[in-house]
């Protein structure tokens, strides 16, 4: 029993305490349905010296009054048993020898230790992946069927993978260790269910944890993540180091870091965007590549509408939809996209062009409110832009004058109010 005892903890995760518990509960199950009740019976456990005591203790009655043998014992009888000085009322204790019950009750003993030892081990196994829910995990190849696939982990314990939750493209072989993550643990009729996951958004998480230090470290957290299994996904970092790019350090050098994720996820494309709190920015860098003119936000019922150039719409869309999707999935406004008509764009300029000679945080600025264009910032009145903006009269004064050199052979789109008010006076 004792060497037992420590084959239990290394191999099957039942700890000396519990195992002594299981058979005490083992010893009392057998006994109750020998003598009818385990009240009165005391079970000694010594598993440093590997043996049980079991002690009886009965009410001594007068000679002839024992009603129930299993509860009472006669006064004569009591003082036979190596208690002379017993007396009626009195409890008297006597040692019940097991192995004298012969063969059946050690193995009814038998069956019952061993079925409370498998329930313990299905109990240490649900309790040990339900912590691991959402966890990375690695598990060998078994058996596939058409529905899904029976993984084994390093200590055999049975992981299915339905084919629902596999990356369209997953093709395995018998023998074969893959990655995936802990979707969901069942525990039906005490017969744990261990349901793993390669399209779930925490694989793309764990993932970017595992090849990405800064990540692991807490350096670089992971804000949002929209999937479309085995198509495009879209990743929203945000650095709490100033001197960290989260972006830059996701990708690696010459996309070293990012394309063993690609690899993993059966050349799924992901789009790595630096997270801000500021929705309209947020939104905006989303449907990247598109670029955005004008967006309008309503808060309240988390929709966005956003107006593109005719020829960014598309863009803005992506291939069957997945672009707009994943960026309505990221960031949980509804987005509904419009060619913007009312403006001209043949020969329009995007803010990003003038950063030689507009200050960067300027630009960003004015792309927070919206104007990501020279014409969206021009066809925008000069009190809007300064309120919007909160941005110097001077500063917007400057940058309208920049804007308008772009344009000087065709009539101004917009003056500061000194100028205006000279040429009212003209």
């Known amino acids: 029993m004792v060497e037992q005892f420590a084959e239990f903890k290394e191999l099957k995760n039942i700890d000396k305490t519990t195992m002594i518990s299981v058979l005490e509960e083992s010893f009392r199950n057998v006994l109750a349905k020998m003598f009818g009740t385990d009240e009165n019976l005391d079970v000694i456990l010594n598993p440093d010296k590997g043996d049980v005591q079991i002690f009886q203790n009965l009410e001594v009655v007068p000679d002839g009054e024992v009603r129930d043998p299993n509860l009472q014992i006669s006064l004569s009888d009591a003082r036979a048993d190596d208690d002379p000085e017993a007396e009626v009322g009195e409890e008297h204790s006597r040692e019940i020898i097991f192995e004298k019950f012969g063969r059946r009750a050690i193995l009814n003993l038998r069956q019952t230790l061993q079925s409370r030892i498998l329930d313990l081990q299905k109990e240490a196994v649900y309790n040990k992946f339900k912590d691991l829910e959402g966890e990375l995990i690695t598990g060998e190849v078994y058996q596939t069927w058409s529905r899904e696939t029976l993984l084994l982990d390093d200590d055999k314990n049975e992981l299915l993978l339905p084919k629902s939750e596999s990356i369209p493209g997953d093709y395995f072989r018998k023998g074969e260790t893959i990655r995936a993550v802990v979707a969901s643990v069942d525990n039906k009729n005490n017969n744990p269910k261990i349901t793993v996951s390669r399209v779930n958004e925490n694989f793309l998480r764990r993932l970017f944890e595992l090849e990405v230090p800064e990540i692991h470290d807490g350096l670089i957290s992971i804000r949002a993540v929209a999937r479309i299994p085995g198509e495009r996904a879209k990743i929203a970092v945000e650095s709490y180091d100033d001197r960290i790019d989260p972006v830059g350090a996701c990708v690696g050098v010459k996309g070293s870091r990012i394309h063993g994720i690609v690899r993993e996820l059966r050349n799924e ?158």
């Open 269 to 426: 494309n992901i789009d790595v965007i630096n997270y801000t709190s500021n929705t309209a920015l947020f939104i905006q860098r989303a449907l990247s590549p598109a670029h955005i003119s004008t967006i309008r936000l309503d808060e309240e019922n988390r929709k966005a509408e956003v107006f593109l150039r005719p020829e960014e719409v598309s863009l803005a869309i992506g291939k069957n939809g997945h672009n707009i999707k994943l960026a309505t999935m990221l960031t949980g406004y509804e987005i509904d996209v419009y060619r913007d008509t009312e403006m001209i764009y043949e020969d329009d300029i995007f803010l990003d062009d003038f950063r030689d000679e507009i200050d960067a945080w300027v630009i960003d600025t004015l792309k927070n409110c919206g104007c990501v264009t020279a014409k969206s910032v021009l066809n925008t009145p000069r009190e809007v832009l300064i309120e919007k903006t909160d941005l110097e009269e001077n500063t917007i004064d400057e940058v309208i004058e920049i804007l308008n050199k772009e344009y000087e052979d065709e009539e101004p789109q917009q003056q500061p109010e000194a100028d205006a008010d000279s040429s009212r006076q003209q």
